[in-house]
Structures are given as C-alpha cells and as structure tokens.
C-alpha cells in the first residue's frame, strides 16, 4: 500500500499555481473535464491510441494536455508505466479515478503502483472493489441492504447473481431457485468454483443513483462530524435488456422458452428528481454511509460518492452497492446542474466540477492533502 506520507511527499514538491487535473479517457472524462476547465485548472487526458481523434472532436471539454504532446496509450494499464506515471508527475498532476479505474487499472494497482496524487481517499476504492468489504461497510452503516445467500441452494425468491468488479451489470442473471441458477450458470459457461459473484434478493422497486459528494471544506449542505455532504442530483440507469424487457409482453417462462437471456448492461442514463420527501432519507443514507467509512478507514469516504439504491411501493430504500467515486450517472447534469446543485452552490455544479472546486479549495486553503492521496 502506497503510504499518504509518500504521496504528501509528491504533492509538496508540485507548483500549486500549476495543478492539472487529468483522468482516463472514458466513463466520465468529458464530464471531469469541462469541469475542471470551468474551474480555472489545465486538464490531461490519459488517452488509448484508438480514442484520440475521438477524444479531440469534443473541442471545448477536450484535456488540454493531450497526445501527440503527451504518449498515448495502448491499454488502461499503461498508465502504471514508470514513465508515463513521471510525466504525469511532471505536469503537476492530480488524477480523478473513475468506474475505468476500478474496471481496467484495477484498485490493487492504484493502491499498490500508482505513485501520483490521487483526487480523494485512494484507500476507498478496495472498500469499493471487494464485495466482502463493501458488504462490511453497508452492514455498519445501518442502512437497509438486500438481502444475501451464501449458497444458491438457498435461493427462495428471485435473485440476482453478480460478479465482482465494475463491470456496469454486465452478465448479472436472474434466478429463483437453485435449479435456475444453475441452468444460468451452464448456459452462460461460467465456473461458479472459479469466479467471484454474489447472490442477492432482487427488490422490486425504483431504482435511484444519487450523486453525492462529502467535503472538509465546503460549508455547504449537511453538516456531518467535520465535514459537508452534498447530494447535487440523481439519475437512474439504463440498463440493456432488462429495461425494455416487458415491452415484449412475454412471462418469465415464455421469455426462457424463446431463448431471451435478461441482461443488465448499462447503456446510458436518465436524469431523476425524486419525490421530495425522499430527499431527507437520501441524505440519512449517505450521512450513515460517510460516518461508517469514518469509523472503517480514517479519514473516510471523500469526495464523489453514490449509493445505489431501490425504492420500494413503501417507499422503503433498500442501497445494493455503493460506488466509491464519480459514477457515469453525473454526466447527464454536466454542465447544466441538477436543481438540487443548484440549491446548495447557487450555480451550476455538478459532479466533475465539484471535484475541480474541491481541490481549488483544498489549495486556497492550503489544505490540499487532506482531499488528495
Ligand atoms: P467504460 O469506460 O464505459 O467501459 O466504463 C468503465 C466502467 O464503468 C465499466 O465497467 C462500465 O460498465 C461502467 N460504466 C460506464 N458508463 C457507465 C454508466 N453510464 N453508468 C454506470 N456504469 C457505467
Ligand atoms: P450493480 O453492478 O450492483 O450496480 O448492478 C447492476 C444493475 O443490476 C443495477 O443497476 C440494477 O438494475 C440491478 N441490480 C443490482 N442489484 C439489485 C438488487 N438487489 N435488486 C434489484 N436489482 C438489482
């Protein structure tokens, strides 16, 4: 594990005046971006190859600092080059993780061989990455979470199996009983000996994904302990084929009959406003959620944040996954705002850019190592 000593170290020697902010060319890029640019910062794009004209068509959001005037890449994992990690270095950079990071990086390489300052607590994305541990800090928190069985003989109701890792609902499959599951588990030619998932009662319900920040500095929002939360909007996912499913008007059985396999592959985003009621549990939720990572690994779940939540006819919210970073789900506020962004900071803000303020704040206040690691 990279010690925070080493990487207050880097960040003592960078030119705070000159501080880029740079972050994989994918899942919320453009989003981080514009952001940053809206905040006075240069940008860096961390760009494959294949990507790079692609990238440089979005003229205005497009990273400053960008291939041919810096190497691009052929794969996520080059970033870990010791070269390529020495001109980030160079540029005096502080880099945003994102979904991609935990994807394709992989949260033991950030932890382990990443030697640049990272926005928030680097420690948070294994908090993130292990369903184990994931589990850990729901549980702590106190807040409701779907129930889990160890063994898909215990399946008694509809289930949805998943798999570790980031990999945006791609092959969760359905399940109610242990039959079933198996017969998912064969058609789909997975070893369930050799590969990670978890199986989970499926909560029928809305689904919601609130976009949630947690600030030393901010003075804005919720007050909890030393720190502000903010929830600055919500979106809801949409996910291929699951979403469009009944459109067919076929049962469960008709459905497997013909060989349609449900899939939760995300594709895109909705913009949500929840009933307003519901903002006061949302933000109970994310106060649980920030006080439990206090307690679990000091100094706790910073910046971008985004618990993943169903809400039943009950109007009982049920989080099945937290997200550790930005989520893809901001991109649908940048640059517009949500309402609720707007409520607190009484301009635009949404998610990439409220990762730029945090860290312009941090340097303002000269307190920039205590939102970067
Ligand atoms: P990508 O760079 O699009 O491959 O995304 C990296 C990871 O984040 C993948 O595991 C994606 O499934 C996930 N992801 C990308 N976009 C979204 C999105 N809009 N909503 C939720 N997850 C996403
Ligand atoms: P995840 O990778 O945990 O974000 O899950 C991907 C998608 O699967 C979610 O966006 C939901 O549509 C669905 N999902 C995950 N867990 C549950 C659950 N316990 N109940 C119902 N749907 C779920």
């Known amino acids: 594990m990279i010690q925070k000593d ?36 240069r940008t860096l794009g961390i760009c494959q190859t294949e990507r790079v004209p692609y990238y440089r068509a979005f003229t205005e959001a497009k990273p400053d600092i960008f291939p041919p005037d810096i190497p691009s890449i052929e794969d996520p994992k080059d970033m870990l080059n010791e070269k390529f990690q020495e001109i980030l270095r160079e540029h005096n950079t502080i880099v945003v993780p994102t979904g991609s990071f935990v994807a394709y990086v992989g949260s033991k390489n950030l932890e382990e061989n990443f030697f640049v300052p990272v ?38 109701r509809l289930c949805i199996t998943k798999f570790y890792g980031a990999k945006g609902g791609q092959g969760f499959f359905l399940a109610a009983s242990e039959k079933d599951f198996y017969k998912e588990i064969e058609k789909r030619k997975i ?10 009662e499926y909560v029928l319900g809305s689904r919601l994904y609130p976009h949630m920040h947690f600030s030393p500095f901010s003075e804005r929002g919720l007050k909890i302990n030393d720190g502000w939360l903010e929830i600055l909007g919500y979106d809801q996912r949409m996910e291929s084929n699951i979403d469009e499913l009944h459109r067919a008007g076929l049962s469960r059985k008709e459905m497997k009959k013909l060989g349609i396999e449900e899939s939760f592959t995300v594709v895109g985003n909705r913009p949500v406003i929840p009933r307003e009621k519901l903002q006061i549990p949302y933000y109970s939720i ?6 439990a990572s206090q307690k679990l690994f000091s100094p ?6 985004c618990p ?15 997200s550790a970073r930005i989520v893809a789900g901001t991109n649908i506020w940048s640059p517009t705002g949500a309402p609720e962004g707007w409520y607190i900071w009484g301009e635009p803000m949404y998610m990439g850019r409220r990762i730029a303020r945090e860290i312009k704040l941090g340097i303002e206040r000269g307190e920039l190592e ?3 690691y």
């Open 6 to 41: 080493e990487i207050n170290e880097i960040l003592e020697k960078y030119h705070k005046e000159k501080i880029t902010i740079a972050t994989l060319c994918s899942h919320s890029a453009l989003n981080i971006t514009y952001g940053a640019k809206q905040e006075g910062f």
């Open 119 to 156: 926005q928030g607590n680097r420690k948070v994305l294994e908090w993130e990455g292990n369903r184990k541990k994931q589990k850990q800090w729901l549980e702590n928190s106190g807040v409701k979470i779907p129930k889990e069985f160890k063994y898909p003989s215990d399946i008694d």
């Open 191 to 200: 070893d369930p000996k050799k590969t990670k998932f978890v199986i989970q």
């Open 286 to 291: 994310g106060k649980k959620i920030v006080e």
């Open 300 to 305: 706790g779940m910073l910046g971008a944040f």
């Open 308 to 322: 993943e939540t169903i809400c039943t006819k009950d109007l009982d919210i049920y989080v099945f996954e937290i």
């Open 370 to 372: 205590k939102v970067v």
